[in-house]
């Protein structure tokens, strides 16, 4: 069973008629909304789901920048940590999928590869944090690895999802002045880090899906190529 329309309810399409599994893929997908209403629509959402279906394994993706200090004060990460909360609460079989910077066809343009393709399509200036990394992962490969998890594990688990590597954001950058051959006005700041995420639990699922281009600066090309081409 499905809930939501987007592109992680498209992406897991497969599920819509699964008797055991759900998918909640209605969520808050700007995590820079600010919008009360939004996450509230969320939440009542969410409770009315497990109420009405107790027996599911729910599954719901959450955010790995619950992890990021300089985030924990957005309304999108409390927000999810709160919904966390609630899962935890009132579900009986749960996974919850902390995700990285999800990459597919469309979705939000607030996603960090959208954001860099529109800014260089558009000539518009980059505030490039020189230190600053990302990880990203393609939304065919998280369905890959959703998959191996929900075969080998049991409910009632939290787990971080992310590529193997993160990818500095100048690196990204260039790659996608490659792909358009175009050049990215930057305006270079000196701040940013390098991010840590921990997938030991399921580094093994990951490593099935993700082949050594994947988890390399080459996935950036191989996902242009996919989803940027027309």
Excluded: C
Excluded at 73 to 94: A, G, P, W
Excluded at 101 to 122: A, Q
Excluded at 173 to 181: A, H, P, T, V
Aim: aromatic share 10%.
């Amino acid at each position: 069973m499905i809930v939501g329309s987007g592109l992680l309810a498209k992406a897991f399409k497969e599920f819509v008629n699964d008797e055991e599994i759900l998918i909640f893929a209605s969520g808050v997908s700007n995590s820079l909304e600010t919008g009360k209403k939004e996450f509230q629509r969320e939440s009542n959402l969410l409770l009315n789901t497990i109420r009405k279906y107790p027996d599911k394994k729910l599954v719901y993706f959450s955010t790995y920048s619950i992890f990021e200090k300089k985030a924990e004060h957005r309304f999108y990460v409390n927000h999810k940590l709160e919904m966390e909360r609630l899962i935890q609460k009132e579900s009986k079989h749960y996974f919850i999928f902390r995700l990285t910077n999800i990459v597919g066809p469309g979705g939000n343009k607030s996603t960090i590869l959208n954001y860099l393709v529109s800014r260089i399509k558009n000539e518009k200036v980059i505030n490039l944090w020189k230190n600053a990394t990302r990880n990203i992962l393609d939304v065919d490969d998280l369905l890959l690895i959703v998959k191996n998890i929900l075969k080998g594990s049991e409910s009632k688990m939290k787990i971080n999802i992310a590529n193997i590597n993160s990818f500095k954001v100048s690196e990204i950058i260039s790659q996608l002045e490659m792909f358009f051959k175009k050049a990215a006005i930057l305006n270079l700041i000196d701040k940013g880090e390098s991010i840590q995420i921990d997938i030991s639990e399921v580094e093994d699922d990951i490593k099935k899906v993700l082949t050594p281009a994947k988890q390399s600066i080459e996935y950036i090309s191989l996902l242009l190529i996919k989803y940027y081409s027309k």
